[in-house]
């Protein structure tokens, strides 16, 4: 069965950087693409970032573009995303996404809370 883990997250202040990372279990990682969305309080989930299987091409929503870098770590079936910068406006719980074959895998999230 799909394990998706979210962690790294937790209270920083407006200029710091957080790293999350996403650990994944019971499918081949390697050849699926995952992506990170984030969920503010009273709003929809939103995307954030994309990562292809290989690692060699990235997308990112506008709003954290230059700021935040996704990567990935097939060996250890890690994903990372780094989050420089971060302003309160990126507060959010973090979520980590695989879509293996039928099924929309998701974690159970980690909080972000960006507040002086």
Do not use: H
Request: hydrophobic share 30%; aromatic share 12%; with cysteine.
């Amino acid at each position: 069965q799909e394990l998706l883990v979210e962690t790294g997250g937790g209270l920083v202040q407006p200029g710091e950087s957080l790293r999350l990372s996403c650990t994944v279990s019971g499918f081949t990682f390697s050849i699926y693409d995952l992506r990170w969305y984030r969920q503010a309080p009273g709003k929809e989930r939103e995307f954030v970032a994309w990562i292809t299987d290989t690692g060699d091409t990235t997308t990112y929503a506008g709003s954290v573009r230059g700021r935040f870098t996704v990567s990935r770590d097939n060996d250890k079936n890690k994903a990372y995303l780094q989050m420089n910068n971060l302003t309160p406006e990126d507060t959010a719980v973090y979520y980590c996404n695989v879509v293996v074959g039928p099924r929309d895998c998701w974690g159970q999230g980690t909080q972000v809370t960006v507040s002086s």
